[in-house]
């Protein structure tokens, strides 16, 4: 049985609208749905809200979509691996709102969990908590964060099994799991889709309730980096 | 520690000076710049390495052939995983971070006042739009050890009365380490506990402006 | 549905009908009771089962030499893992509920009111030991089917117009089978939109002490 | 080499105070330390208070503790199953706090993950809400609930490397690896301490920086129970 869950690529954009807000994974290019962000670029899908670690690099990864103005607002805890961004920023059509990135996993997470809102020790006493609501407890400041949801989650997976549970290839995870509880809508780019029985039950790290639709993948490994293959 | 006026070697001294810090087993998260020079100074202490992206036991970087670019470290650098070393998600390495499950954290600064307090993210009257993990550590590791040059390049002074750059939060530092001295802190007083060979408490005065009690 | 006043065969049929609510691929909770009689009803539809203390592909119960007292569901009972199971701890596994990714939870019920507003675990005088998951259930899956008597054993109303037992939490439930009916919930207004064979609205009428909507 | 962690069973006692907080893992008997259980039932440590799922059974896991007086307050989800419970409840001399199961797992692990406080939709417009304060986010009412610390955490795993990282068997995990992170002191019980290396780094459930000490159980699975070695 082939997985229901698996999509074509040339599917993607129905689920994405623009103006909405998209959580896409990656800890730099590791984790990122290299091959979904590459469809989304084709697309004219626009004034998206991108919450992602970071912006990619010029043409590569997010970066893309940056460079084609499809990006309204970027939420995120590092956006200087990429200078367009600040550029876009100082030029005034790219709003930022910048996160610790614990706090941003943990807003992330917490939109999955149904969890509205948290206080964390992070950020009390800087910048980043101006304008936020700050409280003590036993004595020491918290800030309150609001949970981080989104109308659809881009994320990247190693292996999944035709049911859409997921496991990863070493430090791939990163924010992709939590990005997978906090979409409204899931899309997963793969490596491969195994049978059912395949993976270990303990060993599974995305569950396949939080998964909504498959992708393969278009990149490989090779030579120490990610390299698109050519059909 | 030598205060010789190379900056190589001064972070090389600095780094060396920060590992004599660091206890045995313990859970440690190295920042990006002098701390990731921490590790070629460990000699046959062992530590954990945590790296933010969601690895506990990092290794030192791959052979060329053996780069794998899904594992990587919190600075994206290619590393190796050790034995013993558990990988896990984003949300779960911040509850490690925040919880105070990581024993230490080396992080460079910009400034630090005379309380202890830091900066470590942004310069005045440039763009904000990068702060990582910065903030999480510094609010919840056990130990917050800073490693800086003494003074900025231009020779001014980086510990100061109070900070002009935006403050890391209200945590603050544990341990200082530069070219020419340590410090600790406690109860909002700073403490001068070493100097490097060939420098003078006159001179760590001259360049510190800041309030500091001698403890040598 | 036969409404025969037979205690086991009215469960079964309360079960059986429940069975016919659930799609093809959803993740469903089952509480204790009724609900656990639901998978000898399912024929070839495939559903995913969640069981509150960490398994997503909850299997039949195992041959008696094949017990494995660490693979229970939330009802302490020994279970099988189906191919394709996941297993994951306490935490996450009510994120997945409160967070909305169950479909459906059935559930029984000690009161229901007629605006689907459900009383499950407490009754009034008596101690109030125990919750378990019921009010994370009721706060969080996307669709709530109660399944209960009725009325009690002494034959007094569950159905109710306002709570008189503890309140589960302000989430309403969508639908509610006995033995007699099937009722909806839309709006706070309590539609009835089935009822058993031999069933009259009349003593639907007499035996549900609310106000509902007849629309069969 | 041997587990530096790794302590004897008449060491326990050390790291229990009388009127200590004490998270102790289990859903029923899976999951629960009972050896651990087992030799505290032993000391004269006394006050306790005990977070927990439930409270074991009479003269079973957490029973045993409960029967000799030795618990003060019971933080749960669920207190039925023991009888003993409920009794001593009446008596007035156990104090008991009731959590909905949810809260009570994500109270835990947000103590393990320096969150002190979170809102949650579940028990809102309950009796269980009653002195909690009530929020409003978009419309919907979520109730504050504080973390659940842990000045001990006893909890219970299958295999654990020497390092102290622990994997489990089937869902023997449940609230564990949450407790893990939230007790101050946390010791393990294992069936098996395995050398370094045994374990993929992407198995481990709960990593060795939340692990204290750990202890051989006395337990073993025998005609579907957990049946006590007699030496």
């Known amino acids: 049985m082939a997985s229901k869950k698996e999509i074509s690529l040339k599917d993607i954009s129905k689920y994405i609208k623009d103006g909405d807000q998209v959580l ?61 961004a600040v550029n876009a920023w100082n ?73 859409g549970n997921l496991v990863y290839r070493k430090t791939q995870e990163n924010f992709n799991t939590a990005m997978a509880m ?25 569950q396949h309730l939080f998964v909504d639709y498959l992708v393969k993948t278009r990149y490989e490994i090779e030579g120490g980096t990610f390299v698109e293959r050519t059909k | 520690m030598n205060a010789q006026n190379n900056a190589k070697t001064m972070r090389q001294d600095i780094a060396k000076r920060a590992a004599d810090e660091l206890g045995e087993g313990e859970v440690i998260n190295l920042g990006v710049g002098i701390p990731t020079l921490i590790p070629e100074y460990l000699g046959d202490k062992h530590v954990f390495l945590h790296s933010e992206n969601g690895l506990l036991g990092t290794g030192p970087a791959p052979e ?19 034995p013993g070393s558990a990988i896990f998600d984003s949300a779960l390495s911040f509850a490690m971070i925040r919880g105070g499950h990581v024993d230490t954290a080396v992080i460079g600064a910009l400034q630090v006042d005379q309380t202890g307090e830091l900066a470590n993210w942004a310069v005045p009257g440039k763009d904000i739009l990068g702060v990582g993990g910065a903030m999480d550590l510094v609010a919840g590791v056990q130990k917050v ?25 209200y945590r603050k530092a544990d341990v200082l380490i530069t070219e020419k001295a340590v410090f600790t802190f406690k109860d909002n007083q700073m403490y001068l506990v070493e100097v490097a060979d060939g420098v003078t408490v006159e001179e760590i005065g001259k360049t510190t402006a800041a309030s500091f009690v001698v403890a040598l």
């Open chain 1, 24 to 84: 896409v994974g990656g800890f730099g290019l590791s984790g990122c749905p290299l091959t979904i962000v590459d469809e989304i670029a084709k697309t004219d899908v626009k004034d998206l809200t991108i919450v992602s670690n970071n912006l990619g690099e010029p043409q590569k990864g997010l970066g893309k979509l940056l460079d084609n103005g499809q990006i309204k607002k970027a939420i995120g805890s590092y956006f200087t691996t990429h200078r367009g």
């Open chain 2, 145 to 169: 050890i800073l490693t800086m040059t003494h003074t900025s390049k231009s020779g001014e002074a980086k510990i100061v009365e109070s900070l002009t750059y935006p403050s890391s939060g």
């Open chain 2, 64 to 82: 060329d052939g053996e780069i794998n670019p899904d594992l990587i470290n919190a600075s994206k650098q290619p590393v190796t995983e050790l």
């Open chain 1, 91 to 163: 030029e005034g059509w790219l709003e930022i709102e910048l996160l610790p990135q614990g706090t941003m996993a943990e807003g992330i997470r917490a939109a999955g969990a149904g969890i509205p809102a948290f206080y964390t020790p992070t950020g009390a006493g800087t910048k980043l908590s101006d304008n936020k609501e700050v409280r003590e407890f036993d004595g020491k400041e918290y800030v309150l964060e609001k949970s981080i949801p989104g109308d659809v989650a881009l994320i990247r997976a190693h292996k999944a099994d035709e049911y």
């Open chain 1, 182 to 206: 906090a979409g409204k809508i899931v899309i997963a780019e793969v490596d491969e889709i195994v049978p059912i029985g395949e993976l270990n039950p303990e060993e599974i790290k995305t």
